[in-house]
Structure formats: C-alpha cells, structure tokens
C-alpha cells in the first residue's frame, strides 16, 4: 500500500507518519510513504525518520495542483492532515486560513480524483461544530464554526463531502478534540505554557479560564484515524474523542503542578473574539463501529509531554518570540 500525507512534517501528522513506518497502528506497514509539507513555521523534518528507505519527502505546497498531479499517481490513499489551525492567528489573517484549508483541499481533492487516489482521508475539527453548553456533539449535528479557522475548516469539509457525493470519491472525514503531545507547536496552550513555565516566565489565561475544551493525546488520535483509513465508510464522519474535559483554569492549575510553579506565575489577560466556551464530542460511532478506544489518560500524558520539554528547552529569544499563545488553542 502506498500513502500520501500531508502535512506529515507537522505535529500531528508526523506523529501518524512515524507511527506507520514503526508498524505500531494495526494493518500491514506501508510499501512507500509520500510526506507533502511545505514546512512552513510548524513543519519540521526533524520530526520525521528520513533515513527510512519507504519515506519520500517533497516539499510541496497543496495550493499547487499541477505539482500534486506529478506527485500523486501510484498512491492508494490520501491523509490529509495538512491545515493552518491556530485560532488566534485567524482573527488577524483569515485569508491564508481559507487558501491553505479551503483552496488547498479542494485542489487535493480534484488532483486525488484525477490520479485514481482510492481512499481520501480528511482530517478536521471538533471547532466546525461552534460551541456546545452542554452534552457532546454526534456527527450529525450542524456546522456552525465561530472563528476564521473553524470556518476555513468547516468549509473543508463540506468541500471534501462534495467530492464523494458528487464524484464518487471514497472521501472519509475525522474531526478531533484538542490534540496535545511532545514535538507540538510552543503557540499551543500544553507546549506554550509548560515552555514558559519551565523557562520562569509568566503564562497568560483568557478570562477567568472557564473555557472548558476536550483532549485528545496525538497519539490515540492517530490510531482514530487510521481505524478510519483501514476501516471506515465513504461519506461518513468519525469524530474523535479524549474523554476528558477541563477548564482552561483546571488544565493551567495541572501544568502548574507538573512544572513546580504557583497561580503567581499566570497572568490574566482579556478574551479573544468570538471565544467558544465549550467543546464535547460523542465518539460512540468510532468506538462502535471500529473498536476505537483512547489509551492515553491525561495525567500520564501530561507527565510525558512536561517530561519532554524538559529535557528539550527552547533557546530564550526562540520561546519568547512564540510567546503568544493564550490558555486555549485548536487541534
């Protein structure tokens, strides 16, 4: 079997591609593994084992449809994992959220579609749902996304929807809580502020931290979507969950512990525009229909992550450069 993954040199994505190539997601391991990213600021090829002889890196931007027609010919499957995410940068600079997550899929969709890709694999975000009160989202609920990112993403998917209802496209759609784990992005709420805290500097927490988000270990998140990939149906959504949801003021006062610090290292800061106050997702039909169960608890994910970035602190101009990142952040 042959896979294209883009965006595999990001957090999430990379993750997926290391798992693949380590034979640690069920199934057989893939022939060849084609990773597309542009590496923008998140990407990194230090993330991915480039010595491995299946591994093909191109760097490549998804907006570039006669590049994607050279590159795509001969794979059986596409995950697609590549996407600006960061809601914060969204309220300043929507448009590169919609050409990277609107154009940018839709490009790979009709390039996927042109070259025979069999199975289309589309990762999104519990943020297209808006925000919940109470309960947890299913699948069918409708999309009514707050921010220029949940926007740029919900209209992703419904783009993704239209190549296997219009075209026949196997298109497959997973939407996620909040993912967090070692090599994320310092702009991130986990990564930014247990870097700060670590570093003896001051961490910034929106409101009075009543935001209450879900969270989901990349780990477990990537064996939902390759559950998805091995065993899904086309046309359908797979939302992923976690299992545990917190307050961004609970979540800070864990990190605080895990770092050694107190509540006098958090600073209050005004609310973002349009903040959702809650995110839930009902992952009943991936556990049921293929098996999907997360492994991960958040403290012993918590420790890893602090455990990491300890042992790999970011140089001081660097971590005060991405210095801002709020208590709160997208998959």
């Known amino acids: ?16 591609v290391r798992s693949l190539l380590a034979g640690e997601l069920p199934g057989p391991r893939p022939d060849r593994v084609t990773v597309v990213d542009l590496l923008t600021y998140a990407g990194n090829t230090d993330n991915l084992p480039l010595a491995d002889s299946r591994l093909d890196f191109r760097k490549l931007d998804i907006c570039e449809h006669d ?3 050279k590159v795509l010919p001969g794979h059986d499957a596409v995950v697609h994992f590549a996407a600006e995410t960061h809601v914060d940068r969204s309220l300043t600079n929507a448009a590169a959220f919609v050409r990277t997550n609107v154009l940018g899929t839709q490009s790979l969709l009709e390039a996927s579609l042109a070259c025979g890709v069999a199975t289309f694999v589309h990762v999104s975000t519990d943020e297209v749902y808006g925000s919940i009160t109470e309960g947890t989202w299913t699948e069918n609920e409708p999309l009514l996304p707050n921010s220029p990112y949940a926007a740029s993403k919900a209209g992703s998917d419904l783009v993704a929807r239209s190549y296997w209802r219009t075209h026949g496209l196997d298109v497959r759609v997973t939407r996620c809580a909040n993912n967090y784990g070692p090599r994320q992005h310092p702009e991130k709420l986990i990564p930014h502020f247990v870097t700060e805290l670590l570093a003896g500097r001051s961490v910034p927490l929106y409101g009075g931290g009543a935001h209450v988000r879900e969270w989901l270990h990349v780990d477990d998140h990537c064996r939902g979507v390759h559950a998805v990939l091995t065993g899904g149906r086309a046309g359908q959504v797979y939302n992923i ?16 512990e895990l770092c050694g610090a107190d509540w006098s290292r958090v600073r209050r800061v005004p609310d973002r525009k349009g903040h959702d106050l809650r995110y839930a997702v009902d992952d009943s039909k991936i556990r049921r229909e293929l098996g999907y169960r997360p492994r991960w608890s958040l403290d ?11 042992a790999r602190p970011l140089p001081q101009p660097a971590a005060a450069r991405r210095a801002r990142g709020t208590a709160d952040g997208p998959p």
């Open 241 to 256: 969950g976690g299992g545990t949801h917190l307050t961004n003021r609970e979540m800070t006062a864990r990190l605080l």
């Open 300 to 310: 012993e994910g918590l420790r890893e992550v602090v455990d990491w970035y300890r």
């Open 67 to 69: 590049a994607l027609l």
């Open 1 to 16: 079997m042959r896979l294209l993954i883009t965006g595999g040199a990001g957090f999430i994505g990379s993750h997926y």
